[in-house]
């Protein structure tokens, strides 16, 4: 692509798909957003010509395309959404972007762009949230995949997103955030974060580079986001008992401790837990191997 032009929201998908090793045509992929009564739209990304079967959530700071090279991996129908506060998704005035707040907006999507049944997949926040989501909506669930998060981590657990997070809220240029990230040790390697980065960023007319999550322009993650541990187990004593199948996903370098993992199994049983070598956005890590767990 030449240097004077911008690239296109899905431009990236054909070097993204070299990486997992997809040969053929690209998946169809469409952008879609939800107007919603009393809160903000939802925007997400459809992928593939069926209905998905498929639903993915990402986690603080992040947007629906830290999972492109997952699907493309995975090669099934699927929607991917930015959560409330991220990537295309509206802002809440309340600021109040928690698991059981971020479930009411996930469950309109899922009601309106999936015929129920779905695997339900999400990553450190977006784990949290699909749990409420299962929980409130066995109907929708198929099983639930919970990516490097239990509702026992904390923000001391998850110290490594809290302090990035925290930190500049504008930049001089967009290299200035992958740099940051780099020593930070988040995403595959310079190129990915490239991508990431012009994902989950906008110019201002001033030229300075801003995220467009609310996280920075609110000083860094919501004391919300991991406030209320006691609803958040309330919520998985709930999947238990629907009978909904659980896969913990534990990254070998991510925040979920071999402590962590003993409370979860205790908590939930018939969990089947795997670990998968990569850091904590595994998505963007080790793309591939996460894509193989995702149950039929």
Known sequence: MPPDETPGEFDFLAAEAAEVGRTGPLPAVRRVE???????PVSGLL???????VVLLHGAGLNAHTFDTTVLALGRPALVLDLPGHGRSGWRSDADYSPP????????????WTGGGVVLLGQSLGGLTALVVAARRPDLTRSLVMVDITPGVTAQDSAQVVEFLAGPSEF???????????????????EA??????????????????????????????????????????????????????????????FVSEQRVAEFRERVPAARVVQVQAGHNVQEQAAAALAALIPV
């Open 193 to 254: 974060l490239q991508r990431g980065v012009f994902h989950n960023t906008r110019i201002r007319p001033d030229g300075r580079v801003v995220f467009v999550h609310h996280f920075a322009h609110l000083g860094g993650l919501s004391p919300t986001v991991l406030s209320d541990r006691d609803r958040l187990w309330s919520a998985a004593d709930e999947v238990v008992g629907a009978g909904i199948p659980v896969l913990l996903v534990r990254a070998s370098d991510g």
């Open 47 to 53: 992928w593939g010509d069926g209905p998905p079967e």
């Open 101 to 112: 707040t971020n479930a009411a907006a996930v469950i309109a999507a899922l009601d309106a």
């Open 34 to 40: 939800l107007e919603l009564p009393d809160a903000p």
């Open 172 to 190: 001089a240029s967009r290299d200035e955030i992958v740099e940051m990230a780099l020593r930070f040790g988040l995403g595959s390697g310079r």
